[in-house]
C-alpha cells in the first residue's frame, strides 16, 4: 500500500497552472518518471510548461489544424518557437475521441462512442478528459511509450488544473488506460 497526497482546487482553471507544474515535477521526480505530457490549445501553457519543468522531456499536445475555423492553427507561432527553444516537443494531431465522432455529431445531430466516452470522463472534470486523449494522441504519434508511466497534465478551458500519473496506451486499447494516480484536479 502507498498514500499519494491528491489537491482538490476550490476552483478551476488556469489559477492553478503553476501548482499543478510544481505537483507534477514533485511526483515525477520521487517516481523516476522522465516524460510529462501537457495539454495545450495557444501555447501559453506550454510555455510554462517547459519552463517550469526543466530536465524533463516535455511533450505538449494542441489541438489539430481547423479544430475551431478552417486553416487556423490556435498554436500560436510565437509559442511555439519558444516551446522548441526550450526543448519541448509539439504533437498537433486529431483528438482521439473527436475526429470522425465530431463530424457525425455536427452533420447529423447524433453522437458516437467517442462523444459518449468524453462525456462520461468529463464527469470527472474536463481535464480528466483530455489527460486520457492526450496520452493516446502522443502514443499513437510513437511519442511516448506504453511501457513507460508518464504524467500528463491538462486543465478546464485555459491553463493548468489536473495532473495524473498514468500507462499510457494507443486508442485502440483505451481499455487498458490506467490512472494509476490522481496528483491534482479541481473539486468542483
Excluded: W
Excluded at 486553416?71 to 475521441?97: C, D, M, N, P, Y
Excluded at 502514443?139 to 508511466?149: N, P, R, T
Amino acid at each position: 500500500m502507498i498514500e499519494v497526497k491528491t489537491v482538490y482546487f476550490d476552483k478551476p482553471g488556469e489559477v492553478n497552472t503553476d501548482d499543478t507544474l510544481r505537483i507534477a515535477r514533485k511526483r515525477a521526480e520521487e517516481l523516476g518518471i522522465k516524460t510529462i505530457l501537457v495539454a495545450s490549445t495557444r501555447g501559453e501553457a506550454a510555455v510554462k510548461a517547459v519552463e517550469a519543468l526543466k530536465g524533463f522531456r516535455v511533450i505538449c499536445v494542441s489541438h489539430s489544424m481547423g479544430f475551431n475555423e478552417p486553416g487556423v492553427q490556435r498554436f500560436t507561432e510565437e509559442s511555439r518557437k519558444k516551446v522548441e527553444a526550450k526543448g519541448g516537443i509539439i504533437l498537433t494531431t486529431t483528438h482521439a475521441f473527436a475526429g470522425v465522432s465530431r463530424m457525425m455529431r455536427n452533420k447529423f445531430h447524433t453522437y458516437t462512442i467517442g462523444d459518449i466516452i468524453a462525456v462520461a470522463l468529463r464527469v470527472f472534470g474536463q481535464g480528466m478528459k483530455v489527460v486520457c486523449e492526450i496520452t493516446m494522441m502522443a502514443a499513437d504519434s510513437g511519442l511516448v511509450s506504453i511501457d513507460e508511466d508518464v504524467i500528463v497534465i491538462a486543465g478546464t478551458g485555459r491553463g493548468c488544473d489536473t495532473a495524473v500519473v498514468l500507462k499510457p496506451v494507443y486508442t485502440q486499447e483505451f481499455s487498458e488506460l490506467r490512472i494509476k494516480e490522481l496528483l491534482c484536479k479541481p473539486r468542483f
